[in-house]
């Protein structure tokens, strides 16, 4: 998303700062999440359509991003091939590391 940004707009500035102008308003960062957000929902959407999961759990520090639990939802339906969706997208419980706490519980002692 920082990226994308520093690429339209030429001001280098953080995925967390983006979304947080965007939610006051602010025109140029408001374009950029919801560019992100498009390009999230097309690719939960293919993920949808293979394996049409219960729910799905984002990671790392965008998790952090409360729109996106709104947006992307609202976005993913028209590439969505079946006629209703029920997944759902949540936050990670355990916070934006949840992943790493995951492989951790995966690690067998010999």
């Known amino acids: ?3 994308d940004h520093r690429r339209v707009t030429g001001k280098q500035m953080t995925a967390e700062k983006i979304a947080g102008l965007a939610a006051q ?3 140029e960062c408001t374009a950029t999440l919801e560019h992100y957000c498009d390009r999230l929902a097309r690719s939960l959407a293919g993920v949808i359509n293979i394996l049409d999961p ?6 790392g520090g965008l998790s952090h991003i409360a729109a996106l639990y709104a947006d992307v939802p609202a976005l993913w339906g028209e590439h ?8 759902q997208l949540l936050p990670p419980k355990h916070g ?3 992943g790493v706490r995951g492989a951790a519980w ?3 002692e010999t």
């Open 1 to 3: 998303m920082a990226a």
């Open 25 to 27: 308003g602010d025109t």
């Open 54 to 59: 219960d729910v799905i759990v984002l990671g």
């Open 80 to 87: 969505i091939f079946s006629t209703g969706v029920d997944t």
């Open 96 to 98: 934006d590391a949840s």
């Open 106 to 108: 995966l690690w067998e």
